[in-house]
């Protein structure tokens, strides 16, 4: 499962710095990382794994994007080179950061397209489950989204609207993100349904819950309805919202979202669909960031 949280351990990078065991490697002045023989067989592990799970479940736009990006399966892919294609495509580029930036950081970015990833893999310890998104999520789970038009003007869009918003505004556009980028379903007239969200795409786990599970919620996506409902970081998602096609993105991004966040605000959060998180002990208080 790879999932996180907006204020405590949000999806985007947003985090406190200190909560982090992992460091961002260094770029060369050609902006290339010196990966380790290690890294290059976490990241080969890690595509081939994810690549037969995704197999009939990921939207054809993000398989599109995949032969585009012609990403390594042997060593971990360099930035210089999935910039040379974001650029062509859609005028986008992946800005190597620290393993976590605050959200100022971030929507400055976004609202300049520039997707920031941190320069790490996770290690052999975090293979299935990791806190802060890593290279393998940010590179393989949405540079290929990246490609498409109205994903990319989406995501745009929304770096520029939480760049000006409130800190209590970015925490219902956040919703939407969530259930948007990281986990957006697609299911069209005849029910066909296909996965676009990166955080779904680079889970073997939620993979298989989000597309098979008879106990996950599906529903069509509604801009002020998806901003009403909680989620939680550290279970399979309860709710997945669909979109009929990736152009539906492109016309949420011309409504006036923030008009729609200050409508949600007033009617309030929905009922969750997940239990309260247990309460941590102070045992476990005291050593968690052991």
């Given at each position: 499962m790879f999932t996180r949280d907006f204020y405590a351990r949000q999806r985007h990078k947003a985090v406190n710095v200190k909560q982090s065991k992992y460091e961002s490697k260094p770029v060369d002045?050609?902006?290339?990382?010196?990966?380790?023989?290690?890294?290059?067989?976490?990241?080969?592990?890690?595509?081939?794994?994810?690549?037969?799970?995704?197999?009939?479940?990921?939207?054809?736009?993000?398989?599109?994007?995949?032969?585009?990006l012609d990403l390594p399966h042997d060593t971990v892919p360099q930035i210089p080179d999935v910039?040379?294609?974001?650029?062509?495509?859609?005028?986008w580029q992946v800005a190597p950061v620290p393993a976590l930036i605050d959200f100022d950081q971030f929507f400055a970015l976004l609202a300049d397209k520039k997707f920031p990833a941190a320069t790490f893999l996770r290690t052999k310890d975090d293979f299935d489950y990791l806190q802060e998104p890593d290279y393998f999520h940010e590179i393989f789970?949405?540079?290929?989204?990246?490609?498409?038009?109205?994903?990319?003007?989406?995501?745009?869009?929304?770096?520029?609207?939480?760049?000006?918003?409130?800190?209590?505004?970015?925490?219902?556009?956040a919703r939407l993100y969530w259930f948007t980028v990281e986990f957006g379903l697609l299911s069209d007239s005849q029910g066909n349904r296909s996965i676009y969200g990166g955080g779904i795409l680079s889970s073997p786990a939620e993979t298989e819950y989000a597309f098979n599970s008879d106990k996950a919620v599906r529903k069509p996506l509604e801009v002020i309805d998806v901003m009403r409902t909680p989620y939680r970081i550290d279970i399979m998602?309860?709710?997945?919202?669909?979109i009929e096609s990736i152009d539906?993105?492109?016309?949420?991004?011309?409504?006036?979202?923030?008009?729609?966040?200050?409508?949600?605000?007033?009617?309030?959060?929905?009922?969750?669909?997940?239990?309260?998180?247990?309460?941590?002990?102070?045992?476990q208080k005291e050593t968690q960031h052991v």
């Open positions: 002045e050609l902006g290339r990382v010196a990966w380790s023989a290690q890294e290059n067989d976490v990241w080969r592990q890690l595509v081939t794994r994810q690549l037969a799970c995704i197999k009939d479940k990921a939207c054809q736009e993000y398989l599109d994007g995949l032969r585009m910039n040379a294609v974001l650029m062509r495509e859609t005028g789970g949405h540079c290929a989204m990246l490609t498409h038009p109205a994903f990319a003007e989406f995501t745009h869009m929304y770096g520029q609207l939480g760049k000006k918003a409130t800190p209590k505004e970015r925490v219902y556009l998602q309860p709710i997945y919202f669909t539906d993105l492109f016309a949420i991004s011309q409504r006036d979202l923030i008009a729609d966040v200050h409508q949600a605000m007033e009617l309030g959060l929905h009922a969750p669909l997940f239990p309260p998180k247990p309460k941590k002990t102070e045992q």
